[in-house]
């Protein structure tokens, strides 16, 4: 095993033999020998373990074999401790959703800490056929179905052409002691199911099936590269820069079919996975809204507006004095001047004596109404942005300056009547959107 692995490293990853990186040990038989066969090449590594507190005596045991495993191979040992099943409820996850979730925050933010571009895991061609069919049971695209892959953001798997039993073979050739997770062995969990229950079947039906799915994976891994280059393609072609996202033209997605598979290729990298209520958007009312957890889209009218959600915060500001807006989420210069000079639609004169209340900067809400300069009487802010043809993107990104309750001036478009020079005018405060 020892040749193949030299090759495989060589061939593929090359850089591991001349930069230092870590690799991810448990303490289990597939890290343990992950970590002495990349010694043997002579890697420069460290050993990063996680203690995730959930088989009590069992986990400080595991913990102490890695520890003493670093210092016999005289490598750096790095460890750390979670509370799993706290997290887990916390954030509502299963154990192991929440023990991968931490375990993959604390190896990134270890690489950045310790200088390191790689970290190796365990991984070896068992996990990926295990994947294959946890991915296909809770429905997936060709690319879930494509295993795990070799590498991803600095984390490589130089295993995975090696199965569960030559790994076995290796260690006792060679060996090497590892420690047991008792766990394992329960078949609670779905891929400890898949792993006891139904590969082994499968393998006795078929002899090669573990090498007729390697085969499968690479013709899949190959499909999946070609779908990608398309869609990057057509997403260049289709996905039109706008408003700090995208606009895409309805007709020519209407144009393309199967319309949902077409869909699924193009957005699902956005976190989307209802496609038939985004193909029933595609014929909705203009305004129509479709979320998922990072991103929102809106029909409106001849284009879907693709946008990220924004964090939730406190997008407001105030302060004591007119003249002096600070810290504001949109920048404004507020200086007095003795008479009206230049006019554009980045600044607005108004009598200072008509602000008896604080200055403030925010989004429109329902309701909201202003007095339009020029006009009388006064009119709905979203009446105002209707005439104005303004789309749902660019109505949330529309700041409001206000006194008080009252608007001043929907910054950029329109001021307020109530707050406009007159003849009897005496102090003149010039508002100015500053670059």
């Known amino acids: 095993m020892f040749s193949q692995f030299k090759y495989h490293i060589e061939t593929n990853f090359p850089q591991l033999l001349s930069t230092p990186g870590m690799v991810a040990c448990s303490g289990g038989v597939d890290s343990v020998v ?99 069919f946890i991915n296909l049971s809770r429905g997936t695209g060709i690319e879930g179905l494509s295993g795990i892959p070799a590498h991803t953001n600095g984390f490589i798997r130089p295993l995975l052409p090696f199965s569960r039993v030559e790994i076995m073979e290796y260690a006792n050739k060679e060996g090497i002691a590892w420690r047991e997770d008792s766990t394992n062995e329960e078949t609670k969990y779905l891929r400890n199911k898949i792993r006891h229950e139904m590969v082994p079947l499968l393998k006795e039906l078929h002899p090669t099936f573990l090498e007729n799915f390697k085969k499968t994976e690479e013709f899949l891994s190959g499909s999946a590269k070609m779908l990608s280059d398309y869609s990057y393609a057509l997403k260049e072609q289709l996905f039109v820069p706008y408003q700090q996202g995208f606009k895409i033209g309805i007709g020519a997605l209407l144009e393309l079919s199967p319309i949902q598979g077409y869909l699924y290729m193009l957005f699902k990298d956005y976190g989307f996975q209802s496609w038939k209520d985004m193909e029933s958007l595609l014929t909705a009312m203009s305004g129509k809204e479709l979320h998922s957890k990072t991103h929102r889209l809106i029909k409106d009218r001849k284009y879907l507006l693709l946008q990220e959600v924004p964090e939730v915060a406190d997008l407001s500001a105030e302060e004591n004095s007119p003249e002096e807006l600070s810290e504001l989420p949109i920048a404004l210069k507020i200086e007095k001047v003795e008479q009206i000079e230049e006019k554009n639609n980045t600044i607005l004169y108004v009598d200072k004596e008509t602000l008896n209340h604080r200055l403030t900067v925010r989004k429109w809400k329902k309701g909201d109404y202003f007095y339009p300069l020029g006009m009388n009487g006064k009119k709905k802010v979203a009446k105002f942005f209707k005439d104005e043809k303004m789309d749902a993107i660019a109505k949330q990104h529309q700041w409001l300056l206000c006194c008080g309750e009252k608007i001043v001036w929907i910054i950029g478009r329109r001021a307020d009547d109530r707050f406009k020079i007159t003849a009897l005018t005496k102090n003149i405060l010039k508002v100015t959107v500053a670059e």
């Open 34 to 132: 992950l970590t002495q066969l990349c010694r043997q090449l002579g890697m420069e590594i460290s050993l990063a373990h996680c203690n995730f507190k959930l088989r009590g005596d069992e986990s400080d045991e595991d913990e102490q074999f890695v520890k003493q495993l670093a210092d016999q191979l005289n490598v750096p040992f790095l460890n750390t401790h979670f509370s799993t099943s706290e997290y887990a409820a916390e954030h509502k996850l299963s154990i192991q959703m929440a023990a991968r979730e931490l375990r993959y925050q604390w190896f990134t933010e270890l690489m950045e800490k310790e200088g390191k571009s790689w970290m190796l895991t365990a991984h070896h061609l068992d996990d990926s056929l295990e994947t294959f």
